[in-house]
């Protein structure tokens, strides 16, 4: 599972975009019906980072670890329901084989 998905398949999943700023208190949600239509729906979420951090005050910073940078904090929840089936009666058991595999 790539982690840079595209802006069509998280607008499949939710509406709006939740965006962090790594270093300052910025943040904010972004249409994901305008994004789409700006940029494309097979535009990866990394595409759009450089305009959604243009205006950002450590963007450009000198020392690479004070450099503001784009988090997608609610990403991983919206793409995690595919396991979301399992639960514990079947979940193999850590130091056990699959019966399954067995030759």
Known sequence: MSSLRTLGEISARTLMLQVVCSRCERRGRYRL???TACYGADASVRVIVPELTADYPQR???ALMERCDVLFPEL???FRARCAHRTADTLPVAGT???STRG
């Open 33 to 35: 019906d305008n994004l």
């Open 60 to 62: 450009e910073s000198a």
């Open 76 to 78: 991983p929840t919206l």
């Open 97 to 99: 084989r699959n019966r």
